[in-house]
């Protein structure tokens, strides 16, 4: 009955499902009457159960149960969907989550969870539940007592038929014993030589990170008799005291019936377990090759070997040129191929789309909302833009905060909305993009925006900046006094977006990513707070381009077209060479000019002319020639040339040299 | 040896023109062959450009250059030394590099105040071994130079 290796699988696939009932109860409320998002929760929490019950968690199967009690009777329209009931199915999916975390974290995944079970079943019984503070103190782990679930009773009962006898071994250690771990991994050999250890309290693992005291309790069912097992365990040394008591089958089959009967399960008993462990051995065999989880730093270093090879491969594809040996060629261009593809599943294994931190974002927002007698439509777009892993792990944070200000501060309540001739629910767009070698995410709310005079009367009453210099500000730079420490617009202090803290943590865990936030409002009709980031490790397409004898990258994000031009359609406007594309005026930059390009050759009587755009305006780059598309690695040039003109960082090609990545945002003005 | 342990300083001896600079052990990488360099555009013109060391993008510092010496060029015996402080990495193209020697504390003397003073800002000092004069160069101040600064 070992479970352990299962455990990190069941905790991912719970938290998968407790996510996609989350998702799914926020469609629910949108749309109460739609049979179809009930039954998906449904299902979640059904193989939830399942998977709980099996792997001994029973405060968490059994939470779940009372859940899904409620999840049926809105199936079969017996009770309507309220955001009241709502709040408590809501309330216990966090129970669940906190109780996920508790067995993640190696605890016992044990939660006092009587009140919310309390009003679901109230629900049930098509009563409103009376709303109440969720009481959440962990129940301490009994030491003394052994409780027993379906599942270990049916396997208990079955052992019994075949003449086995059940114990529960209550075993000390002493006191100065050292090496607890070891102790209780030779009492567990010496025990499964004549039987089988059905359960152990504290479970395994943590007997095995030796936490726990001096004491711990077996079930172990076993054809020997008590005093054999007595002396089997008393040869491991440093053992201070073994009481074995023989299971009384019958107590613990009524002590659990019991528990049923308070649970008023209907299912029939045996049918059901026997149900759960087929399902949950399926999710289990499933899930074996699903997930696996592996060291960042691994991942770097296999990077970086790999892009040695990438520029091994380079040599090789050039000498099997040189040397014209067919074998060897058609060898070599195999090699190239299949390193193409591991090239491909190594670069993305490290991306992750940014939904995994925005999943969590609508229930948050809904709660806030509720709390707050505000209505906010959360609207998300781009979650499946790829980020890299480490700064995924650090983003969510400063979002929940940005997103809990726009909701406190900038969404108004309903009936000033309504004055102002604005719909009652207000709308928060969070869009994540890739543009150039950044990704951006933007929040944006349609509500109250930033008013300057408020801002610049705070800062000046806190001391952040003096009486003079405030009328000399731009708005911009207003905006940006609400990232100084120790401000607060908000005229009275609520406790969702903290207490003027929160918005200079913000700007410093960004920077401290190598991104950048900026603000951009209008009173009365919203703000956008954008973020930059960087793509520290990034896949990116771009166009290859040759200016004389060097190669740089331009990203394909920002290029409109391509273009030949003969020299003669070259206009002068204003000491500046534009050229008529697309009856556009669009202004021509040469790079060889810019980037100080030795030249060797002589140009001809065309221009290759890559267009490019920020925002609305558009350039168009002369370069020499155009290489190729290519997907590339985003370096950057490091710690000491940082904040070199119009590069954004550079890419190692092929043939293993560097190919530096034009920024076309800094070249636009 | 053991006697003189904690009051040695083990350091790299390069080569530039026709003297002889020391770097301390610790914070050389390696040395490496040249390999191609990717130029760097508007970066000040002792920043030859950017090489690919095993996957990571280094920025590569002519030190002729940098110490207003004459460019040389590219022989068999030029070596780039790659170099650590905190979080920079960056690589120096010398004339060569071939020896590792330890300096007693004793041999080492601060900078003559005779050279020139531009130079004194990142010479921690002169150690005299024998007929050898080894110069010691001070990483945080040839890396942390102004003109870089200016050149953003």
Redesign the interface.
């Known amino acids: 009955m070992d479970m352990s290796q299962y455990l990190e699988v069941f905790i991912d696939e719970s938290k998968e499902h407790l996510q996609t009932i989350n998702e799914q109860l926020l469609e629910l409320e949108k749309s109460p009457e739609d049979v179809t998002i009930v039954n998906e929760i449904f299902r979640s929490a059904h193989t939830l159960k399942g998977m709980s019950a099996t792997m001994g968690f029973e405060d968490l199967a059994n939470l779940t149960h009372q859940m899904e009690n409620v999840l049926d009777a809105i199936r079969n329209h017996q009770i309507q969907v309220t955001p009241d009931i709502l709040d408590v199915v809501f309330r216990a999916v966090d129970d669940l989550e906190a109780m996920v975390n508790s067995i993640g974290e190696g605890g016992d995944g044990k939660r006092d969870v009587t009140e919310v079970v309390q009003q679901l079943k109230l629900i049930e019984q098509g009563k409103t539940p009376v709303s109440a503070e969720p009481t959440s103190k962990p129940s301490s782990s009994q030491i003394h007592t052994q409780t027993y679930g379906e599942f270990e009773y049916n396997v208990l009962q079955q052992s019994k038929e075949q003449g086995f006898t059940s114990y529960a071994i209550r075993i000390q250690l002493r006191a100065d014993c050292l090496l607890k771990a070891a102790r209780v991994f030779m009492i567990f050999e010496a025990l499964e030589q004549v039987g089988e250890i059905i359960k152990s309290n504290p479970p395994a693992e943590l007997l095995e990170q030796e936490q726990f005291d001096q004491e711990f309790i077996v079930t172990v069912i076993s054809k020997e008799n008590k005093e054999d097992l007595y002396k089997r365990i008393m040869q491991v040394s440093e053992v201070e005291e073994v009481v074995i008591t023989p299971l009384d089958l019958e107590q613990i089959g009524m002590e659990l019936q019991q528990a049923e009967a308070a649970l008023t399960q209907t299912e029939e008993k045996s049918e059901k377990t026997e149900k759960q462990e087929k399902a949950s051995t399926a999710r289990q065999a499933a899930a074996g090759n699903k997930t696996i989880r592996v060291n960042i730093e691994r991942l770097d270093s296999l990077?970086?070997l790999f892009?040695?090879l990438v520029?091994d491969r380079g040599r090789l594809e050039q000498i099997s040129r040189e040397l014209n040996h067919p074998e060897l060629q058609e060898t070599v261009e195999r090699m190239s191929r299949i390193s193409g593809d591991l090239q491909n599943i190594i670069l993305n294994m490290r991306m992750v789309p940014v939904e995994t931190v925005f999943n969590r974002f609508p229930r948050m927002v809904r709660q806030l909302a509720r709390d707050l007698g505000k209505k906010v439509n959360l609207e998300i777009i781009g979650a499946e833009t790829e980020l890299d892993r480490t700064v995924i792990d650090e983003i969510g944070d400063p979002l929940v905060h940005l997103l809990r200000n726009a909701i406190d501060h900038g969404i108004e309540t309903p009936d000033v909305r309504r004055a102002k001739g604005k719909p009652e629910e207000g709308t928060i767009k969070l869009k994540a993009y890739h543009s150039g070698n950044h990704v951006f995410i933007e929040i944006e709310d349609d509500g109250a925006g930033i008013n300057r005079e408020k801002v610049l009367k705070k800062a000046i009453s806190k001391g952040i900046i003096s009486e003079q210099n405030a009328t000399n500000l731009t708005d911009k730079q207003v905006y940006e006094l609400i990232f100084s420490s120790g401000f607060s617009t908000a005229d009275k202090i609520s406790d969702i977006s903290g207490r003027g803290v929160g918005l200079d943590v913000v700007k410093s865990t960004i920077e401290s990513l190598g991104g950048s936030i900026t603000i951009d409002s209008h009173e009365g009709a919203g703000s956008v707070f954008s973020i930059q980031l960087p793509l520290t490790l990034s896949i990116i397409s771009v166009l290859l381009v040759e200016i004389q004898n060097?190669k740089y990258a331009i990203p394909l994000s920002s290029i409109i077209e391509t273009a030949i031009v003969k020299k003669e359609s070259i206009l002068h406007a204003h000491n500046q060479k534009v050229i008529d594309f697309r009856g556009k005026v669009v202004p021509l930059l040469f790079l060889k000019d810019?980037?100080?390009?030795p030249v060797h050759k002589e140009e001809g009587d065309f221009l290759s002319v890559v267009i490019v755009r920020k925002g609305d305006k558009m350039a168009g780059l002369v370069v020499d020639s155009f290489i190729g598309q290519q997907e590339i690695v985003l370096?950057?040039?490091?710690?000491?040339?940082?904040?070199?003109?119009?590069?954004s960082g550079?890419t190692?090609l092929g043939d293993?040299?560097?190919?530096?990545i034009i920024d076309c945002n800094a070249l636009i003005k | 040896m053991t006697e003189f342990q904690g009051t040695e300083l083990k350091v790299i001896v390069f080569q530039l023109k026709d003297e002889e600079y020391a770097i301390p052990v610790q914070q050389v990488r390696s040395i490496e062959k040249v390999q191609h360099i990717t130029r760097v555009p508007r970066t000040p013109d002792f920043v030859k450009g950017v090489i690919n060391l095993r996957g990571v993008v280094t920025p590569i510092i002519d030190l002729r250059t940098r110490f207003g010496l004459e460019e040389a060029a590219i022989s068999e015996s030029t070596r780039v030394i790659i170099v650590t402080l905190d979080e920079i990495e960056v690589g120096f193209i010398v004339d060569a590099a071939n020896d590792v020697v330890d300096i007693p504390a004793d041999a080492i003397e601060s900078a003559p105040e005779v050279m020139d003073t531009a130079q004194v800002d990142y010479i921690n000092g002169v150690a005299k071994m024998g007929k050898r004069l080894l110069i010691l160069l001070n990483l945080e101040k040839l890396l942390n130079n102004q003109e870089l600064k200016v050149a953003k």
């Open positions: 990077m970086n892009e040695e520029i060097e810019i980037f100080e390009v370096k950057s040039l490091g710690n000491y040339l940082t904040n070199v003109f119009a590069i550079a190692i293993g040299q560097v190919a530096l």
